[in-house]
């Protein structure tokens, strides 16, 4: 049986529409093995996000609080294009990209408005993995 003619069209691709957001939510995600940051607006649709890995940095480096600034400061470029000028800022983990991703927002020109901690707390839910020994 015969192909059918492959379609040559060249797929269309859409350029992003610059949104005049002015007030938005960083949400901060600080593991221990990575950071990721997303910038939403009030509403919780994603305008840009940035990880610590998906800036070039591999295995523990992306744990580094470098890292995090680094990925901050590309998903805070990025918010800005879309108009992003206030953000209220909610960390969640413990990992060391916590205080570096808020403090490159910060120096990007960003007003924060507020930082939260947002990280979920067990009312004693599940137990625990075992103590890790090295």
Do not use: Y
Not at 6 to 24: E, L, M, Q, Y
Not at 98 to 113: D, F, K, N, P
């Amino acid at each position: 049986m015969a192909k059918a003619p492959a379609n040559t069209a060249a797929r269309r691709v859409s350029k992003k529409v610059r949104k005049n957001i002015a007030d938005g939510i960083a949400h901060v995600h600080a593991s221990f093995n990575n950071t990721i940051i997303t910038i939403t607006d009030r509403q919780g649709n994603a305008l840009s996000w940035a990880s610590s890995g998906g800036q070039g940095f591999k295995g523990s480096r992306k744990s580094t609080p470098f890292a995090a600034q680094v990925a901050a400061e590309v998903a805070g470029r990025a918010a800005q294009e879309q108009g992003i000028k206030n953000l209220d800022v909610e960390i969640k983990g413990p990992g060391p990209g916590r205080e570096s991703s808020v403090r490159a927002l910060a120096s990007l020109g960003i007003r924060i408005t507020s930082i939260s901690d947002v990280t979920p707390v067990p009312h004693n839910g599940c137990r625990p993995q075992k103590r890790r020994r090295i």
